[in-house]
């Protein structure tokens, strides 16, 4: 399978080029367009508590679509929910990689997709306890709204992110959730309340715009809701 992406940074689209009976997987209503030839399925990978799972605790679509190209092989463009950028990683098996909900687009079929428990502090936080996990051999393709920054850290070396920028983080990256400022007066004012503080060695990857101002800004301008 070969990715290619146009329309970057803004409004990105991804092509999976496949070959002769080639498929990939992609979160249910990614697709956008697709070659007459591919025969698309979709279904609850794992069973059903597993794609409950991935759903309810994820924060993903409760089914994955599955396209499938003919003796000929064929083409999908894949496109995500909001405007943004994206970006393709190449996993390798024992080196998994850790998704915020939301950003998981597509994947190889040799990839697998699992929900992982981010920890208590998390749901103090109030940002999701759980993750996506995705692991094994295969390209993933992730989405980002607006563009994606990513960083490699050494070992030792940290890096503090805004909770709602988050996007991906390799599994040898340690992370851990913290407030920005003392005391719940201070993380109001400041706007930020919880960030990840991210320990390398590893990569990470971030985006440039938060979900939530969109909804905010939506939210305030929606009809009887403007002063």
């Not at 993903?60 to 396209?67: G, N, Y």
């Not at 995500?80 to 597509?106: C, E, M, W, Y």
């Not at 060695?201 to 002063?227: K, V």
Request: glycine share 12%.
């Amino acid at each position: 399978m070969e990715i290619q992406f146009r329309h970057q940074p803004s409004f990105s689209v991804c092509r999976a080029l496949l070959g002769p009976n080639e498929s990939i997987r992609a979160e249910s209503g990614a697709m956008m367009a697709m070659a007459p030839d591919i025969a698309i399925e979709a279904k609850m990978e794992g069973g059903l508590m597993k794609g409950l799972k991935r759903s309810v605790l994820g924060g993903e679509s409760l089914f994955i679509t599955r396209m499938t190209a003919g003796p000929a092989g064929g083409w999908v463009d894949l496109a995500a929910s909001l405007p943004g950028d994206l970006v393709v990683r190449t996993l390798q098996p024992g080196k998994p990689l850790f998704v915020q909900k939301g950003s998981f687009l597509a994947a190889e079929s040799g990839v697998q997709i699992d929900t992982k428990f981010g920890g208590l502090k998390n749901i103090v936080g109030g940002e999701g306890a759980f993750l996506l996990k995705a692991e094994g051999e295969g390209e993933v393709v992730l989405s980002c709204y607006g563009a994606v920054d990513r960083m490699e850290l050494p070992p030792g070396q940290q890096v503090i992110v805004d909770t709602n920028h988050m996007v991906a983080f390799d599994e040898s990256v340690t992370m851990e959730l913290k407030r920005v400022a003392q005391g719940m007066m201070q993380s109001a004012k400041s706007g930020e309340g919880f960030v990840f503080v991210f320990t390398g060695p590893g990569e990470i990857m971030m985006q440039s715009r938060n979900p939530d101002d969109m909804i905010r800004y939506l939210a305030a301008n929606m009809p009887g809701n403007r002063n």
